[in-house]
């Protein structure tokens, strides 16, 4: 753990490109959650290919909801008072905006997805980050 730059939580991590950018740009990657398998076997993969470090706090292969609320969101949190006031906390993620489009046929948060904004939005409210970024579609 390098306690000089920013440490990153990244949500609906996909792949992990915006990570990956992100890493560039000096922060570290602390925490990763991407609820399909796929991606995140992608995001693990990428990672050991480009000899970067695994997350310090781990990886969560889970629905965003149970680190709001669930078991996980105890980790998460215990995570973060870890850190205390030594590291710069940022969240970063893009939850999956379909249901806000035309093609999702505009049912926001009412869509199959769309509850996943206000839980993305929940979550740095209750965790209170030193900055997040929201990516747009």
Do not use: W
């Amino acid at each position: 753990m390098n306690s000089d730059k920013p440490i990153i939580f990244s949500f609906f991590s996909g792949a992990g490109f915006l990570d990956l950018g992100f890493e560039s740009a000096g922060f570290e990657i602390g925490y990763v959650n991407e609820i399909h398998p796929p991606f995140l076997a992608a995001y693990k993969h990428a990672r050991l290919k480009l000899g970067i470090d695994d997350p310090i706090f781990g990886y969560f292969s889970g629905d965003i909801e149970d680190c709001l609320n669930g078991a996980e969101a105890t980790k998460v949190t215990k995570f973060i008072d870890e850190l205390g006031n030594k590291r710069i906390v940022g969240f970063i993620g893009g939850p999956p905006c379909p249901d806000f489009s035309v093609a999702g046929k505009n049912r926001g948060q009412f869509g199959e997805n769309g509850k996943l904004s206000k839980t993305y939005v929940d979550l740095i409210c209750k965790q209170k980050p030193d900055f997040f970024h929201f990516r747009e579609c």
